[in-house]
């Protein structure tokens, strides 16, 4: 069965400190692996796309990487205005309606 | 500026009643979708539009019924069969002939049953 597991469910980071969320998957014909940030109570925002096994992004302190099983959102001297919940999607072949999302890393950082 | 507007932002449902949660897009998407999500779960397809006057169920759409009669506009009417619509309702739209099928979102409708 496809999947999309997300983890830690809750990160809590001081200012500064560094650190990655997972995202692992089991699917067939992966089309692409998408990265939002989601505030309370808003809608997600698009932060990347990744297609292909050794594939990186780099967004301010962001930077997303990709394997054939999981990927990887790693954190650079997080500011507390990082704060917010990290969804990750599955784009699973070529039909516009197989994209799964996973449940979402809730992370938090103090100041 | 282009993007995606949900309205309204809260919505109230009696018991009983059908409500109809609007989506415009001015991004010129074919594509348009409805998700629901409810909390510690990620978000499940309810609906789907790749273009006019044409839709597909998703993994969800007991309880709810779309329109797609003009590109830029998918309203979804959560029906009195919907046994707990309470949650918090995310519309989307991508262009799949692109070489990138991002979705982008809207904010968001959060339904609340009385």
């Known amino acids: 069965e496809d999947q999309v597991t997300q983890s830690p469910e809750a990160l809590r980071l001081q200012e500064g400190e560094s650190s990655s969320l997972n995202c692992s998957y089991t699917v067939s014909g992966l089309r692409g692996l998408f990265w939002y940030r989601q505030d309370p109570g808003k809608g997600p925002e698009f932060l990347f796309t990744l297609y292909s096994a050794g594939e990186e992004k780099e967004k301010e302190r962001l930077k997303a990487t990709l394997t054939k099983k999981e990927s990887f959102l790693h954190i650079t001297a997080p500011k507390p205005e990082d704060s917010a919940t990290y969804l990750c999607?599955?784009?699973?072949?070529?039909?516009?309606?197989?994209?799964?999302f996973g449940s979402g890393t809730r992370l938090s950082i103090r100041p | 500026d282009g993007g995606i507007t949900q309205s309204p932002k809260y919505l109230f449902r009696k018991e009983g009643q059908n409500v109809t949660l609007s989506c415009e897009q001015n991004?010129?998407?074919?594509?348009m979708y409805w998700y629901r999500q409810d909390p510690g779960q990620g978000l499940r397809l309810i609906y789907y539009s790749q273009i006019v006057n044409d839709f597909q169920k998703g993994d969800i759409a007991e309880g709810y019924s779309v329109s797609r009669e003009k590109k830029e506009s998918f309203p979804l009417t959560v029906t009195s069969a919907q046994k707990n619509p309470t949650a918090f309702y995310l519309c989307?739209?991508?262009?799949?002939?692109?070489?990138?099928?991002?979705?982008?979102f809207g904010p968001g409708t959060r339904l609340t049953v009385l």
């Open positions: 999607a599955v784009h699973r072949d070529s039909s516009a309606s197989k994209i799964i």
């Open positions: 989307a739209s991508s262009n799949p002939g692109a070489s990138y099928n991002e979705q982008f």
């Open positions: 991004l010129n998407h074919d594509a």
